[in-house]
């Protein structure tokens, strides 16, 4: 079940609403940019700080050994992406959605954390709620007035996703004479959540374009983690082909700000992972001192086939090894960034997520 589960199991995120109107009239009467003040996060594991049930992975050693120095929920060492995107937005990271009656209420004023593990828009092989279920809760959130609407409107909402949906159509079917379709359905539900996001009022949206799936080391293990798979990488190109094109059909059809605003243009952001990565993977390829280093080779693996990064067992004994220098690999484990990858993926996102501001 390790092994079934680590397959291709993404973590990223989403996040939400619709006024996408952060401005207010000023005392002089004109108007005067309000600065996101919450993130509403929705995706997989490459957002999710904590939902997953505390049998996933990342509620085990060692995960979460640079950041919090135990496990925390985060499919990484450390921080991940909803991390350094509420820094980046000068907030605290969102509580995660399950944690919401056990935490101090004052702490849910940063926003909420809805990713889970292992999903995507559709059902994958997780049992995690997929990305609808998702905006579900968020919406029962804004129903029962966690939420204000003002609180809304000068919020940002994270979607990541990172490929469970493409993991499980492999699993599933495998039959590649339907991807293109498979892929076509799966940017048309996306599109229909941020559209649904957007009617619940959240100012800016920030969706994930898809990684390079098939330099991800649970693709590239065959060639021990040398070279990227081209049929993999064709998905992401597919998928975020289809992504930018119908994004741009949405920002043409849907008012999604007022014709006056001058943000309406970011009004909805790509966060283009693919670009991230392959110039983050370039630059530790690279860098000076680490020239035998190969930065797809994951820091945390099985020891043999069948496990996986976490995996103990039923002696106490690891079944997994980790890399002498987790502060300098790219890749934790076969498919999530380490906290120094997404700190380098986070550096050549900044200037997409200057326009959230």
């Known amino acids: 079940m390790e092994k079934q589960r680590d397959l291709l199991f993404f973590c990223l995120v989403l996040s939400c609403s619709s006024s996408f109107l952060p401005w207010v009239s000023s005392s002089e009467g004109g108007l005067e940019k309000v600065s996101p003040q919450r993130l509403f996060v929705f995706g997989d594991s490459y957002a999710d700080t904590g939902n997953t049930e505390k049998s996933s992975g990342g509620w085990h050693p060692p995960y979460g050994s640079t950041f919090p120095g135990e496990p925390s929920g985060r499919f990484s060492d450390g921080l991940v992406l909803t991390d350094y995107v509420a820094s980046f937005l000068g907030i605290e990271s969102p509580q995660p959605y399950t944690w919401r009656n056990d935490v101090n209420k004052t702490l849910l004023q940063h926003g909420m954390n809805f990713a889970f593990g292992g999903t995507g828009v559709f059902d994958t092989m997780a049992r995690e709620p997929n990305m609808t279920t998702q905006i579900d809760y968020f919406q029962s959130s804004v129903e029962q007035n966690v939420y204000t609407k003002q609180d809304l409107s000068s919020s940002v909402a994270l979607v990541s996703l990172a490929g469970?949906?493409?993991?499980?159509?492999?699993?599933?079917?495998?039959?590649?004479?339907?991807?293109?379709?498979?892929?076509?359905?799966?940017?048309?539900?996306?599109?229909?959540?941020?559209?649904?996001?957007?009617?619940?009022?959240?100012?800016?949206?920030?969706?994930?374009?898809?990684?390079?799936?098939?330099?991800?080391?649970?693709?590239?293990?065959?060639?021990?983690?040398?070279?990227?798979?081209?049929?993999?990488?064709?998905?992401?190109?597919?998928?975020?082909?289809?992504?930018?094109?119908?994004?741009?059909?949405?920002?043409?059809?849907?008012?999604?700000?007022?014709?006056?605003?001058?943000?309406?243009?970011?009004?909805?952001?790509?966060?283009?992972?693919?670009?991230?990565?392959?110039?983050?993977?370039?630059?530790?390829?690279?860098?000076?001192?680490?020239?035998?280093?190969?930065?797809?080779?994951?820091?945390?693996?099985?020891?043999?086939?069948?496990?996986?990064?976490?995996?103990?067992?039923?002696?106490?004994?690891?079944?997994?090894?980790?890399?002498?220098?987790?502060?300098?690999?790219?890749?934790?484990?076969?498919?999530?960034?380490?906290?120094?990858?997404?700190?380098?993926?986070?550096?050549?996102?900044?200037?997409?997520?200057?326009?959230?501001?």
Not at 221 to 245: D, E, G, M, P
Not at 263 to 270: C, E, K, R
Not at 290 to 299: I, Q, R
Request: proline share 5%.
């Open 164 to 357: 469970n949906d493409y993991a499980a159509f492999t699993m599933k079917n495998g039959n590649q004479e339907e991807l293109p379709s498979f892929i076509t359905s799966v940017i048309d539900q996306l599109v229909y959540n941020l559209k649904r996001i957007k009617g619940l009022g959240v100012g800016k949206i920030a969706v994930t374009a898809l990684e390079p799936l098939g330099c991800l080391p649970q693709i590239t293990a065959v060639s021990s983690f040398k070279n990227c798979s081209s049929n993999w990488n064709s998905i992401t190109r597919l998928h975020n082909h289809q992504l930018r094109r119908s994004l741009q059909e949405l920002k043409k059809n849907e008012s999604m700000m007022g014709p006056s605003s001058p943000s309406s243009s970011s009004a909805l952001v790509i966060l283009d992972l693919h670009s991230a990565f392959v110039s983050a993977l370039n630059v530790l390829r690279h860098q000076s001192g680490n020239l035998s280093e190969n930065p797809l080779k994951p820091c945390c693996v099985g020891v043999t086939e069948g496990y996986s990064c976490g995996n103990i067992g039923d002696k106490g004994v690891k079944n997994y090894a980790l890399c002498n220098h987790p502060e300098t690999s790219f890749f934790w484990d076969n498919i999530h960034p380490s906290q120094n990858g997404w700190h380098a993926v986070y550096s050549f996102l900044h200037s997409s997520l200057h326009r959230l501001l």
